[in-house]
């Protein structure tokens, strides 16, 4: 008979190197260590809105530096030791959209409270109102130590 080992419980967490979002980062990775689960950091990326269809060169180098804006915030939330079980994506897509369909099979879903758009006095930004509304697992909402 075959034994099938369970995967190890997965936390979402959505960064786009705002100070709240690193925070989030943090959060997520002390929570794994308490659950022994694995953290999926998720940045999101989309195309600039425009006439007609930018070439494939543009959209390879926005990939790229959304990439590098999250190799930075874990950087800067952690130094020169990298978390175990810490996987990071470049995602292309709206951010409130894809971390809602991270959260499926994940254990949690965390955001921060504001990232670098909209309204700097909003308690809850939109992506993570969205994801509140939407995900199908719990969300944490960290807010920033700033704030």
Same mark, same amino acid.
């Given at each position: ?20 979002? @690193? +925070? =989030?980062?943090?959060? %997520?990775?002390?929570?794994? #260590?308490?659950? &022994?689960?694995?953290?999926? /950091? $998720? ?27 999250? @190799? +930075? =915030?874990?950087?800067? %939330?952690?130094?020169?030791? #990298?978390?175990? &079980?810490?996987?990071?994506? /470049? $995602? ?29 006095? =909003? ?16 969300? $944490? ?7």
């Amino acid at each position: 008979m075959d034994r099938v080992t369970p995967a190890a419980p997965r936390i979402a967490v959505g960064v786009d190197g705002s100070p709240s979002s @690193e +925070q =989030a980062l943090r959060w %997520a990775v002390a929570q794994a #260590r308490l659950t &022994g689960a694995t953290v999926d /950091a $998720v940045i999101c990326w989309l195309l600039p809105t425009m006439y007609g269809r930018a070439p494939m060169s543009v959209d390879r180098e926005l990939g790229h530096v959304a990439a590098k804006v999250l @190799e +930075q =915030a874990v950087a800067h %939330a952690f130094g020169e030791v #990298r978390p175990m &079980g810490l996987r990071e994506t /470049a $995602v292309l897509g709206n951010a409130a959209e894809v971390l809602v369909e991270r959260s499926r099979g994940a254990e949690l879903l965390v955001v921060g409270s504001r990232g670098h758009g909209g309204f700097t006095g =909003a308690l809850l930004g939109s992506v993570g109102q969205y994801c509140v509304q939407h995900a199908s697992c719990p969300v $944490v909402v960290i807010r920033d130590r700033a704030n």
